[in-house]
């Protein structure tokens, strides 16, 4: 056999030293900070990638906006004829539909805005 005689092993036997564990932790590190850095294939120029919390925010004040504008647009009443009102609801409409929008971009992975 190619071990000690009677098979005696100390008790690290076929463990990966500290040293070597520590070292390919500390390139993973490294190479995560690399890739972190590099800038993003998809982004447009003159652009850069919202940080994912900010996204995350932006996205919930945009479902509470759109929460608040069906309120208001189912509290009025439903055959509206004064000019006034037609307006507004016109408006809420509008609104809404650009919040849906919005809800759209921000949901996905990656959000690009304007740099500075």
């Known amino acids: 056999g190619g071990g000690p005689p009677g098979g005696a092993r100390h008790k690290e036997f ?47 004040t945009l479902r509470a906006n759109e929460a608040e504008a069906r309120g208001q647009l189912d509290r009025l009443p439903l055959v509206v004829q004064v000019p006034s009102m037609v307006r507004k609801q016109r408006a809420l409409e509008e609104k809404l539909k650009e919040i849906e929008e919005a809800i759209k971009i921000f949901s996905r992975p990656k959000v690009y805005i304007a740099d500075g």
């Open 14 to 60: 076929g463990q990966k030293p500290a040293y070597l564990q520590r070292r390919q932790e500390q390139w993973a590190r490294e190479e995560a900070l690399r890739t972190a850095a590099l800038p993003d294939p998809d982004c447009p120029p003159g652009m850069v990638k919202m940080p994912d919390e900010e996204r995350r925010a932006t996205l919930e």
